[in-house]
């Protein structure tokens, strides 16, 4: 695999308490990677070091100069006192004609949501504006910070559908942050656990069972996988999160690797 950014011995400290002890990653292209760890364990602070946004650590990032990240924040701020649609939120990301903001939102089941007010969406939605956002970057790597926040279970399952239709469709890795492991788990390829220095990290299917993991987080219910394979036994679902008839050889490409978590 080709790595498009290497972290090397990343350490933050925030008033002389060490944030981030010694974290070695690296993203490699088409992959999906998600970042778990209790509250406070660091992993928006290595958001930020990812992004340039935090300046001040010891460690080596190595990445292109000409890298693009997309980033899907945690939680966004707008000036509540100030109309804004999201055609007009879309257009402030950058140069983009009306077709490209069209074409984004269809592809994360938004194109409905073009004139509305960004102040009035729910969760899911906003996400799924937050996503279109940095898919207009055209990224070769896709930062997502908890993109599940606020979402319904089926809507985080769809969600994780879509980021993995995204990765698929623009090769492009994927680096996310999740507060546990039950509903990510069929879409990822490589599972990192954080509490300031990195506990354990490889196939989701082995992280669950990892004591370190457990210790953090008790054991994953067998009943929330099961979930999701219910869920997917019946239908597939479009960009846009509905279900869609599938049969034949596509359809079987479309179940994502289940297999590799039975
Ligand atoms: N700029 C800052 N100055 C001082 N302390 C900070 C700063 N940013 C983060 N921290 C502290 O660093 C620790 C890690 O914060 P961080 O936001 O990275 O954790 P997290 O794993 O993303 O947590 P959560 O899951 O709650 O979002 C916390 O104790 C937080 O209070």
């Known amino acids: 695999m080709t790595a498009l950014i290497e972290l090397s011995n990343i350490s933050v400290q925030f008033d002389g308490r060490q944030v981030l002890d010694n974290v070695s990653l690296s993203i490699n292209k088409g992959e999906i990677i998600t970042l778990i760890g209790p509250n406070g364990a660091g992993k928006s602070t290595l958001v930020k070091v990812l992004l340039g946004l935090q300046k001040r650590y010891s460690g080596k990032i190595s990445k292109p100069k000409k890298l693009k990240i997309g980033y899907v924040p945690q939680k966004l701020k707008l000036n509540e006192a100030l109309p804004l649609d999201v055609s007009r939120f879309l257009r ?93 788990m069929a879409k990822t390829d490589h599972v990192i656990c954080l509490q300031h220095h990195i506990c354990c990290s490889g196939a989701p299917a082995a992280i669950a069972q990892h004591p370190k993991y457990i210790a953090l987080f008790g054991e994953t219910r067998q009943e929330t996988f099961a979930f999701y394979h219910h869920q997917h036994d019946h239908h597939h679902h479009d960009l846009a999160g509905q279900p869609v008839k599938c049969a034949g050889p596509t359809c079987s490409h479309q179940t994502h690797g289940h297999q590799k978590h039975d």
């Open 92 to 184: 402030l990301a950058g140069r983009f004609s009306q077709q490209e903001i069209q074409d984004a939102l269809t592809l994360t089941g938004a194109q409905h949501l073009l004139a509305n007010d960004m102040h009035a969406l729910s969760g899911g939605e906003t996400q799924r504006v937050l996503l279109a956002r940095a898919l207009l970057q055209r990224p070769d790597v896709l930062v997502l910070d908890e993109p599940a926040q606020g979402v319904d279970v089926q809507g985080q399952i769809d969600l994780y559908d879509l980021i993995d239709t995204i990765r698929r469709r623009f090769h492009c890795a994927v680096f996310m942050v999740s507060h546990d492991l039950h509903l990510v």
